[in-house]
């Protein structure tokens, strides 16, 4: 989610019983049903207060934060009338009014509304993570002004850069987002309605009814946001168009899978973290849930009834409940964001620089991972790039940007940051890391400036001395577009155990090139470059024989999301 819900601080742990019962933050109008277990009583656990529950439902978390109420009065609710000041989108008609309860809920499991978010992000996104920009923003000559009006299009996320889960390895301050989508992950896999709690099934209806209206559902959604807590408007970039998507979608996610506990949870403590950089308090929460329930109940008005709000409050109260005390946890130890100089920037290409920088204070990650990084010219707008480089004694920090049509923090980092800008980092993410405790061989394939985070792995390997097998494939359209090919060269000359290939598209393409040499049924890989790379990279390396485990990326719904 690279748009802010709220969190952060432990401001939100007054005393307030706001989470007993079923109830959460909100007054639902009735309680739950006798026998449906909220999900989890008031226990908190050592991890932020949420674990699992007997039913396998994820514990609502002890920490109070506030009672909220629905938006608008029951009445207006009930009628499908919009608060005051809240304009509905005029291509829908009215909505009818509230339909009685469904029967029972069917046993076919419905598809996501809307994907995953990768965490991917992502995010963050996450992309949070094509190209390294938007495909919709001002024309490429246009000159980003310092906080300037408001484009008029969207961007998307950067590159998208959730790694499938890794082999133990932990990140320094987030922990990995989910890769719903990527291959072999089991990440976000849906638990069957068979399976599934009551409240997993209600809403799993009410995303069924919203899907086809979903960008109708996320407009009063923000627009009841912002007229309720105008407040609120100023986390948020000036423009709205992708990034508000990300927020609802971040959130219905995570309703949808409520059941698949450990995963989940994780995904929200990430998202709780990450969500520190906005400048979210906990008290912005119960808005948030406030505004979600309004346009539930605008939009899904065939399932929608008292039993479907209660579950939807509760699982909204857990949701947002596990991110607050992430990042409450979280800023004990780490800041929400990092203050970042340019020291350097080095025009590789027209339009690819090598852009270092220098945080204000340490800022650790492991080799592989990416930050989110806002730039002077675009607040509030936060793209995903990779560290070019593992950990340095002298605390610098590189990544690879490449200016792409209409990207405007890409345009902006590569045509106009210079030395002495400050940009801001927000934690680190991702889990494409080495797994130092196996000798695997590893098979990176680097597409583009995706080979940014494959020459962090490569300096990681270095570092500890290892002598593993490394092999790795840079694939660029053509010569002129292997812009780091000198650098992983030169690794390869200091380093007998590394195998650098650059392929350049021609006789044949990236992923292909790799079935030339082998075997790599050994090999762990790594993947890192456009969607169309990891799509088709995955397909060819599980055909050589490395199982799905083995074989790590970018979060596929970033990658998705940036070519938005
Ligand atoms: N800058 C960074 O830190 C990182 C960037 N990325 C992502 O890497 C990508 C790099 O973009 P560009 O440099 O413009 O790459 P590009 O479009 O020039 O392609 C790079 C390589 O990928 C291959 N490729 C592209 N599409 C393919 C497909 N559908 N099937 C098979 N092979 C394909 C090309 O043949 C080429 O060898 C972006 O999507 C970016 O988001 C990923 C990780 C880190």
Partial sequence: MDAPTATSA??????????????????????????????????????????????????????????????????????????????????????????????????????PVVPPYGAGAAYDASSPYGGNDPHHGPPQHDTPSHGGAAPHQSSAPHHPHQAVPSHGADAPHSGPAPDPGGPGSVLFSRVSDQKASPDAILIRRTMEEIAPVADKVTSYFYALLFVRHPDLRSLFPAAMDTQRDRLLKALLTAAEHM????????????????????????????????????????????????????????????????????????????????????????????????????????????????????????????????????????GLLSFHVKAVPAGWVSNALVHHARPGDVLRLGPPAGSMVVDHTTDNGMLCLGGGTGIAPIKALVEDVAEHGERRPVEVFYGARSDHDLYDIDTMLRLQQSHPWLQVRPIVDGRTQLPDAVLEYGPWNEYDAFLSGPVGMIRSGVDTLRGVGIPSERIRHDSLEELVAAAD
């Avoid at 920490?63 to 207006?76: F, H, L, N, Q």
């Avoid at 329930?293 to 947002?320: C, D, F, P, Q």
């Fill in 259 to 394: 059941d698949n506990t450990p995963v989940l949870v994780d995904y929200l403590e990430h998202l709780g973290r990450g969500h520190r950089k906005y400048g979210t308090q906990p008290a912005h929460y119960p808005a948030v849930g406030e505004a979600l329930i309004g346009a539930l109940t605008r939009y899904a008005t065939t399932t929608w009834n008292e039993e479907t709000e209660a579950a939807w409050v509760r699982t909204y109260t857990t949701i947002s409940q596990i991110m607050i005390d992430s990042a409450a946890e979280n800023e004990r130890h780490a800041p929400a964001w990092w203050h970042a100089e340019v020291v350097s920037h080095d025009l590789r290409t027209p339009d690819i620089a090598v852009v270092t920088v220098r945080p204000d204070q340490p800022y650790p990650f492991l080799a592989g991972q990416y930050t989110s990084l806002e730039t002077p010219w675009w607040p509030r707008i936060w793209r995903h790039y990779s560290f070019a480089g593992a950990p340095r004694s002298d």
């Fill in 10 to 111: 432990d401001n939100g742990t007054s005393g307030e019983n706001g989470a007993r019962g079923g109830g959460g933050w909100f007054t639902p109008r009735k309680q739950p049903a006798e026998g449906r277990p909220a999900p989890g009583g008031t226990e908190s656990s050592a991890r932020g207060g949420a674990e699992s529950a007997d039913d396998g439902r994820i514990a609502t978390p002890s920490r109070p934060v506030a009672s909220i109420r629905p938006v608008g009065t029951g009445a207006e609710r009930a009628a499908g009338t919009p608060p005051r000041g809240v304009a509905v989108p005029q291509t829908r008609t009215a909505p009818e009014a509230r339909r009685p309860p469904v029967s029972a809920p069917h046993e076919t499991p419905a598809p």
